[in-house]
């Protein structure tokens, strides 16, 4: 059975660091090209990182030099180092499979919240 599991959110100050971690089962982690996606309140879900089976990434321009994905091949496990973290990035963090494990399928999320 697929599945994804993030966890790892939490209330931070802006310009402090957070990780938020991913582990996936049901698939041959290895081969699979993961995604990190948020959702912010009243937002529509958008990416903002990618890494390949051989560690290729890309990030999407709001948080690039602050966030880090990076990826466990033993664990099953992706992740998303944030610093520097502001209100802005205050969202809802998901990961998926690109394309995704099974069409419209998505965890739960981790709910990440950036105040002062």
């Known amino acids: 059975q697929v599945q994804l599991v993030e966890s790892g959110g939490a209330v931070v100050q802006p310009g402090e660091s957070l990780t938020v971690s991913c582990v996936v089962s049901?698939?041959?982690?290895?081969?699979?090209?993961m995604g990190w996606y948020r959702q912010a309140p009243g937002k529509e879900r958008e990416w903002v990182a990618t890494i390949t089976m051989g560690r290729r990434i890309s990030y999407d321009d709001s948080v690039k030099g602050r966030f880090t994905i990076s990826r466990d091949n033993d664990k099953n496990t992706v992740y998303l180092q944030m610093n520097s973290l502001k209100p802005e990035d205050t969202a809802v963090y998901y990961c998926?499979?690109?394309?995704?494990?099974?069409?419209?399928?998505w965890g739960q999320g981790t709910q990440v919240t950036v105040s002062s």
């Open positions: 049901g698939r041959p982690f290895r081969f699979l090209t």
């Open positions: 998926n499979s690109i394309p995704p494990l099974i069409k419209g399928y």
